[in-house]
């Protein structure tokens, strides 16, 4: 059983909409920025499996426990930087993702009608 839903308002609040932000172009943005991040992500991990391929192939040609030690050290100091470095970006971009998909709700909620749905007020229309 399907249940139905209506939205209330008129043209002029349809309008309004359509310049607050939800527009293609605000969507476009928003792809966009989120686009960055996973392409960042999927930089650093390409990075990552460079650096341990590269570190691992130095250990199969290393002879010496002493070299071995230092090889796998270095990349294991240098990964945990990387990390570090990582989460100190993705927590900077997640933050203002956040705050641009907040600006974003907030100036979609300037059309939502301050009254509950009444059926003689405006135009209802109903989805199933």
Sequence with gaps: MSKSFQIVG???????????GASPEAFFADVNAYQTVYATW???????????????????ECRDIAQATSIYSKWVSESVNRLQEELSTVTEQHSALGNQYM??????????????AQPNSGTVRRFR
């Design 42 to 60: 999927l930089r650093r991990r390409s990075e990552d499996i460079r650096i341990g391929m590269e570190a691992a192939q130095r250990l199969s």
């Design 10 to 20: 008129d043209a002029a609040q349809a309008s309004r909409a359509g310049e607050a």
């Design 103 to 116: 600006n974003t709700l907030t100036s979609l909620t300037s059309f939502i009608p301050n009254q509950g």
